[in-house]
């Protein structure tokens, strides 16, 4: 029997939404204050008039638009490439038999639970061998396949793509490669969307290797932490700082706006599936 829900639920996931939000609201509302008005205490607690001229500040103060560029693109070809070469060895995994297929798959697993701060000498010292150092190739190699991103793939094929409709495509003479691209890349459409999402925000937001890949050549978030440093005397500039911020969320919240159907529709096919 359908009950609706109860008045318990849409208060827990009006507490979520409101906590989600937060964060944004709190970047926009201190970014539309004056840099004394944002230092006052108690804090403001509604947006001034003064996003525009910190906006201009910003752009004023870094190369905001050549970072956000460098940022889209380093993020755009990780998750491209994340989506892409996940789909394909999640396919292989959740559908192909072949020797050792567990033991690889558990050993992509562990590979999950080492730190990424444990990499960050190797990483560093292989892109210096090759010269990669302040390009944004060594902030984007890294992050070209993942192994989380196998995992997710794998597990959503097994129950997304019916074995017997692999081999109704091959009755009918498709080849592996062909099998795959029409029969398993439309059932995973919405994984795609997901991991794709993920992956851009992962590496949109990513500070740590960047800063240590780079010198001259800045990602946002390697520009906006100089923000912080144009404070006047030992007080950091938040207006400043936090107009810059929520700027840098505008890309993040134009994808979740075009992936958002195919996120719905993937969250759907699991909860059904379940």
Same mark, same amino acid.
């Given at each position: 029997?359908? +009950? +609706?829900?109860?008045?318990?639920? =849409?208060?827990?996931?009006?507490? *979520?939404? /409101?906590?989600?939000?937060?964060?944004l609201y709190w970047s926009f509302m201190i970014g539309s204050h004056t840099r004394e008005r944002a230092l006052d205490t108690p804090p403001p607690l509604l947006p001034g008039g003064h996003f525009l001229d910190n906006a201009g500040r910003v752009l004023n103060t870094i190369d905001f638009w050549q970072a956000m560029l460098n940022s889209l693109i380093?993020?755009? /070809?990780?998750? #491209?490439?994340?989506? *892409? *070469?996940?789909?394909?060895?999640?396919?292989? @995994?959740?559908?192909?038999r072949f020797r050792g297929s567990s033991p690889l798959m558990g050993f992509v697993v562990m590979t999950m639970a080492v730190p990424t701060q444990l990499a960050i000498v190797p990483l560093f010292?292989?892109? +210096?061998? =090759? +010269?990669?150092?302040?390009?944004? !190739?060594?902030?984007?190699?890294p992050t070209l396949v993942t192994a989380f991103g196998v @995992? *997710?793939?794998?597990? =959503?094929?097994?129950?997304?793509?019916?074995?017997?409709?692999i081999e109704a495509a091959r009755m009918d003479g498709c080849s592996m490669i062909r099998t795959f691209w029409t029969v398993a890349v439309p059932a995973a459409r919405p994984a795609m969307a997901i991991l794709f999402l993920f992956t851009f925000m992962q590496v949109w937001t990513d500070y740590m290797w960047p800063l240590v890949a780079l010198q001259k050549t800045e990602t946002l978030q390697i520009a906006l932490d100089r923000l912080a440093l144009t404070g006047q005397g030992q007080s950091t500039d938040y207006a400043l700082l936090l107009a810059g911020t929520a700027m840098a969320t505008v890309p993040l919240l134009v994808l979740f706006v075009l992936t958002g159907r195919?996120?719905? #529709?993937?969250?759907?096919?699991? !909860?059904?599936?379940?």
């Open positions: 029997m359908n +009950r +609706r829900p109860g008045a318990l639920v =849409y208060g827990l996931l009006a507490a *979520f939404v /409101v906590g989600s939000a937060l964060p380093v993020s755009t /070809v990780c998750a #491209t490439s994340v989506v *892409f *070469f996940s789909t394909l060895a999640g396919y292989s @995994f959740a559908k192909l010292i292989l892109m +210096r061998d =090759y +010269r990669l150092l302040d390009t944004l !190739a060594a902030v984007a190699l @995992f *997710f793939m794998r597990q =959503y094929l097994v129950d997304a793509v019916p074995d017997e409709l195919q996120l719905v #529709t993937g969250i759907m096919q699991g !909860a059904l599936k379940g």
